[in-house]
């Protein structure tokens, strides 16, 4: 039998290079470390605040103090950067979401202190207007249109007071047309030219963001869809033509988001432009996996670290995921 499969195989076999764990270990093509993680975080006002979000079993928003003390963890345990988000007060959110630009609002107070009590670990902050709109959307809203070049004005001024406040990277995620362009040259003229900016270059139009519009707390505000300046989940290839707008315009990275229904745009950005592609591992994926594990239907640990390593055989150069600090501790614990 065995000189029969050899002539059927030509002496080929796979499982040589499987047999033991040093083998699979010598010939691994992917590899996930603590360098590959962004953690994303929430904010909210007031002092010694965890508040967890029901949707997110793990996952809590925090005021700037407990922010400050979580981002020591994180930086201790190798994570290079986190992503802030901010949870504001109601009555400071507007139809042109205007505390965006407020030098003190809450994501840039984050900032600051993120900046003097932990120098260590970037900091990624967003500018799109829906943690700041009493409608819930990304731009600002005039009758029933989003309208662009409004938004990219305001975002534009948004991104300056955020580097003012210490942000290492502008990650705009707000697909207004033409942003790339206006943000760096903000950014340029205030003096911020070693601010990078990280794109959503690839934002879909996607059922998976649930859990996150209620961390922000937008669920319940958010009027209509975005489908006018998202993209369509069929659409490959005007996803890699918005991409190449934004590299075009000066994006220094680039996003993909969701991460896991998207592997094949990760990898056809990275193929395509060359410039680090990172994935969001979005809250509705994430949800998916810890409801999954609590039911006891999956091992959630295993899901969890396969699901990060398909980024990178994807080729991305790193992923957003609220796993990230669980990523990091069981790394460090693997030694």
Known sequence: MTHIVDQITGHRRMRRNRKADWTRRLVQESRLTVDDLIWPIFVVPGTNVVEPIPSMPGVNRMSVDRLVEAAKEAADLGVPALATFPNIEMSLRDETGSNSLAADNLINQATRALKQHVPQIGVITDVALDPFT?????????????????????????????????????????????????????????????????????????????????????????????????????????????????????????????????????????????????????????????????????????????TLLAFKRAGCDGILSYFAVEVARALAKKG
């Open 134 to 306: 009493s409608h819930g959307h990304d731009g600002i809203l005039r009758g029933s249109e989003i309208v662009n070049d409004e938004t990219v004005e305001q975002v534009a001024r948004a991104a300056v007071v955020q580097a003012d406040a210490g942000s290492d990277i502008i990650s705009p995620s707000e697909m207004m047309d033409g942003r790339i362009g206006a943000i760096r040259q903000a950014l340029d003229d205030a003096g911020h030219q070693n601010v990078g900016i990280m794109s959503y270059a690839t934002k879909f139009s996607s059922a998976f963001y649930g859990p996150y519009r209620e961390a922000i707390g937008t669920g319940g505000l958010l009027k209509g869809d975005k489908k006018t300046y998202y993209i369509d989940p069929a659409n490959g290839t005007e996803a890699i033509r918005d991409a190449a707008l934004d590299v075009e315009e000066g994006a220094d990275m680039l996003m993909v988001k969701p991460g896991l229904p998207y592997l094949d745009i990760c990898w056809r950005m990275k193929e395509a432009f060359g410039l680090p592609v990172f994935a969001y591992q979005v809250s509705g994926e994430y949800a998916q996996i810890k409801a999954a594990a609590m039911n006891g239907w999956i091992d959630g640990d295993r899901v969890m670290m396969e």
